[in-house]
Structures are given as structure tokens and as C-alpha cells.
């Protein structure tokens, strides 16, 4: 349908433009012949002839026409909607228990609201209240209790997936999962051969952030235990230990400092430590999550931001058939494009994986493929991902209107406009919009458009260029060449709406009503800050 609506209003125009030519060449007739009445004798060469002016579109009305095409910028005074979880994520217990979670639900708008909250899950999960009115800028409790089947095994797992959704803004919504983790239930016989009591207590686990050069320390205790003898650490980028696991034996310690990680586009752990003593092992600990540093030449086509259509790395886009995103190899040299062909047409691709916490840093390096006005790129961050998949490739609104990730980041879009020029169209974007009768593109970008936040940028806009975003708390520092060319202020975000904690980040391109936009990336680096 999509297509069919593209090639009518592409017919439409064509119409639209012979229709108006003919028109003009009549006039021109008439007033010709108007002419020559009026003055029977004067001769044809004597007439002097009309001339044609065309009027010249500026720079920035074509950029107003761009804005206009692609966003619904927040209206001054409407009501703001969000809202948002947190607590911990993964339990651990024994089959047959019952692993309890306490989250917190908050109302981030400007507006009292109503929450529906619903759950997916294989395990049996209760959660203590499936609507909640929160006043604008409250939370409250919500209390989620896990059964582990009574067959469960060591190292099953389940995932409970709680989606928030406000009534009065039903495409405001938050999701939490909850990874409960299975550990074996061991019965020992009354100690009589023993007489060293193995540990009956699981440490307690936390690791600190990495720093810039990609270093953590985890740290653990235990309650007194009088004939420890050291520890077992393990070490997974699976969530349940069933693969890749790397086991660290120590001694009588309460620390270990992890520094043999590279940055590389695999860059989440997860950790699990138990005690040793009188011969044998104690019960795991709580798992805890390392994102660490990432790095991405694009040297390895299965680090997924493409697939084998060309197509499983977009995880935003506005007509299918028209955009691609690949990696491609050209004389040694490894890039990753993303193509996007269509009037008015954009698109999100990103292979999903996290960046780590505030503060880090967005580094990449990049070109616009082919050179027409108003191509643009540049790199997304602060999305948000509910878990599911993203996007829903089973429906035409799972595809295009989907909710389950992105529905919110920052974007440096970077507009050419000639071989030395081009602007920085700073976006915040709040919510996306899907409606293929507004005209203009599709899904239309709702969030804070300002003009203080359109920068001038001169420099070689034809060549690659090094770029690089600084995101913190209170402020996103934007660079080019190591050049700081833009500040901004996140506490003057309104309503709250501050993005800078959502983990996933991807690249993005879009069009005008006329020309086709590549963008091309040699390189993308996130890496923790130290301040």
C-alpha cells in the first residue's frame, strides 16, 4: 500500500506539472495575441520577448521544508507524557522458590496519568497491580514475584518482560526485564565424616563502571564463613553461564581487577562468583552486568548491523523496498552504508548492543556517499529497547509503527549542502509518529527542533571527518575534527525529557522531497569517561 501511494503521488505531480505547463503556454498565447491587436502594425521582430524568471529557493527555505517534512515539533503548553522503570533486573533462586523483585514506576511528565501494566513471561509471575495513577513526577512501588518451576535445572532461566502504557498517551510506554536465573538446591547429610562445613552462604556481587581504559574491578563479601579458602569467579557474555564460560580461580580475596578486555562489538559480561572451603563449593552469587568499551571496523559483516537481506539491522525505517543497510569492502577498505533512496524517506540501523553508563563517548568516522542537497547522516543515542523484536517484522504497523525500540534518542544530523558547508540539525526526539497521510515522510520526529540548535558547520562536508559526542548528565558536547562545535544543555530539556541514560545508539540517514542519501562509516567507538 505504501508503494502503491508513492507511485500515485508521484503520478499525481507529473499530472499536476503538464497540466500547469499547458496552462502557461496558453496564457502566454493569449496575452501574445492580446498584443497584437492592440497594435495591428508593429512586427513580430519589433515585440520584445517575455522573459522566464524562476524563482531561487535558499538554503534555508529548503531546510524549513525539510524540518516541516520529517517532524511534528512539540507545541508550547501541550501536555507532556512519560514514564519510566527501575530496579533490579536479575534474580537467582532455587527450583521451587519464588524470586521477588521491587520496582519503581514513575510518572516523568508534566501531567497526571494512568498506567496499564501487562507482562509476558513462561514462568508463573504476579505482579501486585496492573493500573496505577501516578500524579506528574511521582512513583510508587510495584512488587513482581517470580515462581521457578520445581523441574527447573541449574542454568535455566526465564524472562519476565513488564510494559508500562499510559491511557492517555497510549504511545508512551516503558519496559523492565527481569532475568531469574536457576541455581542447583544441594541437600547435605548431617556432617559426620565433614568435619569442615562447606559454605552454606552466596557472596554478594558488584562490579564497579569502566573506565576509559576499559578496566573494572569486581568486589564481593561474604558473611563470615571461618574456613573459606578462596573463590571461583565466573566469566560469560551468555546471561545463563551455558556458554563461553571462563572460570577464575582466588584466593581469600574481596576483589579482582578485570583489564584484559579489548573494545569490540561484543562488549556485555556477566559475572557469577561463589566461596570455597572444607573441600567443596558454595551456592553462585547474584549475576552482575559489565557493558563495557565498544569498537566496530566493520571489518566482520556479523556484528549486526546488516543481515543477509540487507535488511535486519534497520530498526526504524519509512519504506522497506527503498532502504539498505550493508558492509562493503573496496580496495582493503571496510565500511559500513546506509542507503536510503525515497522522497522524504529515513532510517535508524543499529546492531542493538549497549553503550555503557554516563559519561561516554560517540566517536566515528564518516561521509556522505553521494553529494545532492540536503543528504544527510550522522549517529542516533540515547534509544530505548523493550527486549522484543525490533522491529516486528510479522505486520505492515509492526514494521513501520512499532514501539519496541527507538522510540526516543538524540540525533546529529548532519546536512550537506556544498563541498565546504553544511549544518547540524541537532534533534531531541521525544516521540515518532507514524502517519502516511501527513505527507512529507511517514513517521514524522516529535521532539525539540530549536533553531539555537542548527549549527553552521565549515569544512570539508565532501571528504571523511572525524566526529565525536560527549554525552553526560547535564551536557552532550558535539566535535568535529576535535573541534567543539556545539553545547547541549540537557537540564533545559522540558518536561524532563532527558535521554541521555537510554543504552542503544545506531547510525542514521535521510532525504528530501528530491534527492537519494548514502552514508558512509568507517568506524564507530563508545567509550567510557572518566569525568
Known amino acids: 500500500m505504501e508503494d502503491l501511494t508513492r507511485k500515485d503521488r508521484r503520478l499525481v505531480l507529473t499530472v499536476t506539472a503538464v497540466t500547469t505547463l499547458g496552462l502557461l503556454l496558453l496564457l502566454v498565447q493569449v496575452l501574445a495575441t492580446a498584443v497584437a491587436a492592440a497594435s495591428p502594425n508593429q512586427t513580430a521582430q519589433a515585440r520584445p520577448l517575455a522573459q522566464v524568471v524562476t524563482p531561487t529557493v535558499t538554503f534555508d527555505e529548503a531546510l524549513d521544508a525539510y524540518i516541516a517534512g520529517h517532524t511534528l515539533p512539540a507545541v508550547a503548553g501541550d501536555p507532556t507524557y512519560g514514564v519510566a522503570w527501575e530496579g533490579d533486573t536479575m534474580g537467582i533462586g532455587y527450583p521451587g522458590n519464588t524470586v521477588s523483585y521491587m520496582l519503581v514506576l514513575s510518572n516523568t511528565g508534566d501531567i497526571t496519568d494512568t498506567y496499564d501494566i501487562t507482562f509476558t513471561a513462561d514462568w508463573d509471575t504476579h505482579v501486585s497491580t496492573t493500573v496505577i495513577t501516578l500524579t506528574a513526577g511521582t512513583g510508587t512501588h510495584i512488587h513482581v514475584d517470580v515462581d521457578i518451576p520445581g523441574t527447573a535445572d541449574e542454568g535455566d532461566s526465564d524472562t519476565a518482560v513488564l ?4 491511557q492517555g498517551h497510549i504511545t508512551t510506554t516503558a519496559s523492565i526485564s527481569l532475568t531469574t536465573l536457576v541455581q542447583d538446591s544441594v541437600i547435605h547429610l548431617p556432617i559426620i565424616l565433614k568435619p569442615v562445613p562447606p559454605p552454606s552462604g552466596a557472596p554478594t556481587l558488584s562490579a564497579t563502571r569502566p573506565n576509559s581504559s576499559n578496566h573494572w574491578q569486581m568486589n564481593w563479601t561474604l558473611d563470615n564463613y571461618p574456613y573459606l579458602s578462596g573463590y571461583e569467579l565466573q566469566e560469560s557474555q551468555d546471561a545463563t553461564f551455558a556458554t563461553g564460560v571462563n572460570t577464575i580461580p582466588l584466593g581469600n580475596v574481596n576483589t579482582h581487577l578485570i583489564n584484559t578486555h579489548q573494545p569490540s562489538p561484543n562488549n556485555v559480561y556477566f559475572y557469577r562468583i561463589r566461596a570455597l572451603g572444607g573441600g567443596e563449593s558454595g551456592p553462585w552469587s547474584n549475576v552482575v552486568q559489565v557493558v563495557s568499551a565498544y569498537y566496530d571496523e566493520f571489518d566482520n ?5 546488516s543481515g543477509p537481506t540487507l535488511k535486519e539491522g534497520l530498526r526504524r525505517l519509512t519504506f522497506l523496498e527503498e532502504i539498505d543497510v550493508f558492509y562493503e569492502i573496496q580496495q582493503g577498505n571496510y565500511w559500513l552504508i546506509l542507503r536510503v533512496e525515497d522522497s522524504w524517506d529515513w532510517a535508524i540501523a543499529s546492531p542493538m548492543k ?4 554516563v559519561p561516554y563517548s560517540i566517536e566515528f568516522r564518516s561521509r556522505p556517499a553521494n553529494l545532492g542537497n540536503l543528504v544527510s547522516h550522522g549517529v542516533v543515542f540515547g534509544g530505548d529497547w523493550d527486549g522484543e523484536a525490533c522491529p516486528d517484522w510479522s505486520t505492515l504497523l509492526g514494521l513501520y509503527a512499532h514501539t519496541n525500540c527507538f522510540n526516543h534518542f538524540y540525533n546529529t544530523n ?3 549542502y556544498s563541498d565546504n558547508n553544511a ?5 531531541r526526539v521525544d516521540e515518532l ?3 502516511p497521510t501527513c505527507g512529507g515522510s ?4 516529535l521532539g525539540d527542533i530549536d533553531e539555537n540548535n542548527i549549527v553552521e558547520l565549515t569544512y570539508n562536508a565532501s571528504d571523511w571527518n572525524d566526529y565525536r559526542v560527549e554525552v553526560r548528565q547535564t551536557e552532550i558536547r558535539f566535535f568535529v575534527n576535535n573541534d567543539l562545535r556545539f553545547v547541549y544543555n540537557t537540564q533545559n530539556d522540558p518536561g524532563a525529557m532527558n535521554w541521555v541514560n537510554g543504552p542503544y545508539f545506531g547510525v542514521f540517514a535521510s532525504t528530501d522531497e528530491y534527492s537519494n542519501s548514502t552514508g558512509r ?3 564507530i567507538r563508545v567509550t567510557p569517561l572518566d569525568n
Open 163 to 166: 510494559t508500562a502504557t499510559s
Open 301 to 305: 559483516n556479523q556484528t549486526g548491523w
Open 354 to 357: 549497549p553503550a555503557p553508563t
Open 414 to 416: 548532519l546536512i550537506w
Open 423 to 427: 549544518r547540524l540539525l541537532w534533534e
Open 433 to 435: 509518529v507514524y502517519c
Open 442 to 445: 511517514p513517521l514524522k520526529r
Open 521 to 523: 562509516y568507517e568506524y
